[in-house]
């Protein structure tokens, strides 16, 4: 088969057709993988949403059609929109202090007489360096635990009492930043850093000759400059802080130690009625909703800046 | 006048200096105290004084780690995982990214936004499908079905990865190759290769610490002890014994960071260049 339609594309016309047949027989294994195993998946979630799967029934689902859609995104009290907007209301939150804090760090790291630059560098760089899952978990037991926290150890310290930090809404959303930031900073910084050293530095003395004062110049001359150049990333940890799971799940979520927090993002919410509740439809067209709303943000941000 | 000038500048150098060294120390709180309790001999931990210096030096903790449980095991079961699957992803993405790199066929266009698509979709919302796929066909806790998993779901970003690194080395080179009559397999041997080394690397090191840090497959997908990776013993760890083992957890968790902080240390120069010029550029 193979064969013979190599040699009628070399009949018809030599070059190109060849060049095809070679470049997807090369590539063929690596899209093969990715469809195995990232596409045929998705379309079997597709599937599964539109059914009543779930323990009891396992093997004997049928289709019900949109019923699931529905419940999700029509129903008050669902889970579904409290949840979509706890990870709107977390991503925003998570982006400004990110943007803001990282800007005045790379700002002050590159101060012309700072020597330590380098050294204090490193040491910021290493919430970054360490594997993720093992920096939640020390933070989980070594700062937020209410016996052997370091938190209460300090409360206990002040005289005041142990707190069960992860264990309510609102503190524990507080908690989940606090981790997030502590994660996500250190490659904010870099990105700001890099795109602060590479702006020419006879803008500024012309600005000072001129009389412009610190913030004018940041106005006027750094933002402008250095928004280019950080876009994409930001874009990127915009995507990562949406998709946000290991966070929100290690430190409260975790199957068989929930803390009592009702904070969800959306994918702990969406894994939450797969492997807890066992809603393996409901929980499949919310994958589905989530991966739309991905595709919608990408198709406005991403695709733009291709060639 | 002057001196005045240069006392102010000095003591705000001061004070930056201060405020770096106290942020940094802040930052390290979690990993230090970690360091200090695993470090620790006496149980200490309920005592109101506590110091960020083991008040008596121990390594009893690492002992119990590396022979008390099954660590060894995991890291060996660890190591065929990240070994097989940074082997394969580079084996299959190499040629996929020349070929969408350096030949113009059609579908080429599709396939890449595609992959781009592709790249947003978080694993964690097919987990689920991909269990029920791989259950039938016996690949749940086995390592075949998560070397599968793992590939897959890196093989979008290898070879998003090393095909934007590709598009960077001049044709010219090859070009100029060709005409003295070399195949396309010496000429992307003996220059594309060797030229593309730094993407390679960074993508076999992303791959790599992708297998070392995922928790979330290894431990739905693998039910045996015996089979867990360290991410998946290390979870196992915490969340069985919560309060008994917490410096036996802290000495688990610094051992199994090590090799990472070490590979993100040495690499890190490679790591901005090789994750630029390739996939954050998009």
């Known amino acids: ?307 | 006048m002057r001196n005045r000038k240069k006392m102010r500048k000095r003591i705000g150098l001061v004070f930056l200096n201060l405020f770096f060294i106290a942020l940094c120390f802040v930052t390290l709180i979690p990993i230090l105290y970690a360091l200090s309790v695993s470090f620790n001999a006496q149980n200490s931990l309920l005592s109101s004084d506590f110091s960020f210096l083991p008040e008596q030096f121990t390594l009893d903790n690492y002992r119990e780690v590396l022979f008390g449980e099954d660590i060894l095991v995991w890291f060996g079961n660890t190591a065929i995982l990240a070994v097989s699957t940074v082997a394969i992803s580079l084996a299959v993405a190499i040629p996929a990214a020349y070929c969408f790199s350096r030949r113009r066929f059609p579908g080429r266009m599709a396939v890449i936004r595609a992959l781009v698509l592709l790249n947003s979709f978080p694993a964690v919302l097919s987990m689920f499908a991909v269990y029920r796929l791989l259950r039938p066909l016996g690949l749940i806790n086995s390592r075949a079905g998560l070397i599968l998993v793992y590939t897959g779901t890196m093989a979008v970003f290898s070879l998003w990865n090393m095909k934007g690194y590709f598009d960077t080395i001049p044709v010219e080179l090859e070009e100029a190759a060709r005409i003295d009559g070399a195949s396309t397999f010496r000429l992307v041997r003996l220059i594309v290769l060797p030229l593309a080394k730094p993407s390679i690397i960074v993508t076999a090191l992303m791959v790599l610490i992708y297998v070392w840090n995922e928790y979330i497959y290894a431990t739905t997908f693998m039910t045996g002890e015996d089979k867990y990776t360290l991410a998946a013993g290390l979870y196992s760890l915490q969340a069985t014994e919560m309060s008994g083992s917490w410096p036996v957890f802290a000495a688990a968790s610094i051992t199994v960071s090590l090799p990472v902080l070490s590979i993100f240390f040495l690499c890190q120069r490679h790591m901005v260049s090789g994750l630029t010029a390739g996939g954050v550029k998009g």
């Not at chain 1, 027989?25 to 799967?53: E, H, Q, R």
């Not at chain 1, 069960?164 to 524990?172: G, M, Y």
């Not at chain 1, 807890?276 to 991966?291: L, P, R």
């Open chain 1, 1 to 307: 088969m193979g064969l013979k339609r190599q040699k009628k594309w070399k009949q018809k016309k030599k070059g190109k057709g060849k060049t095809t047949f070679y470049a997807y027989l090369y590539s063929a294994p690596s899209l093969i993988l990715i469809g195995l195993v990232v596409v045929f998946p998705i379309l079997y979630t597709g599937y599964i949403s539109l059914t009543n799967m779930n323990v009891y029934h396992w093997f004997d689902f049928e289709i019900i059609g949109l019923g699931n859609y529905e419940r999700a995104l029509l129903l008050v009290d669902s889970g579904f929109l409290s949840a979509l907007l706890a990870t709107i209301l977390w991503t925003v939150v998570n982006m400004v202090i990110q943007l803001v804090v990282a800007f005045v760090l790379a700002s002050l790291l590159n101060i012309q007489s700072l020597k330590l630059r380098k050294f204090y560098k490193t040491l910021l760089m290493f919430p970054w360096a360490m594997p993720g899952y093992v920096s939640i978990l020390l933070w989980k037991t070594g700062m937020f635990n209410s016996q052997f926290g370091l938190l209460n150890q300090w409360m206990e310290k002040l005289g005041l009492q142990a707190v069960r930090w992860l264990s309510s809404d609102v503190s524990a959303f507080i908690c989940c930043t606090v981790v997030n930031l502590w994660l996500a900073l250190p490659f904010m910084i870099m990105i700001m850093d890099g795109a602060l050293q590479s702006i020419d530095k006879s803008y500024y003395e012309s600005a000072i000759l001129d009389g412009a004062g610190w913030f004018k110049r940041t106005i006027y001359i750094t933002l402008p400059t250095i928004r280019p150049i950080i876009a994409p990333a930001v874009i990127i940890t915009v995507f990562t802080t949406f998709k946000q799971f290991d966070v929100v799940y290690l430190l409260t979520q975790q199957a068989g130690a929930k803390t009592g927090s009702h904070f969800h993002t959306l994918l702990t919410y969406a894994y939450e009625n797969a492997f807890i509740t066992n809603n393996y439809g409901y929980s499949s067209a919310i994958s589905i909703i989530i991966f739309a709303l991905l595709l919608l943000f990408s198709w406005k941000f991403r695709l733009k800046e291709e060639p």
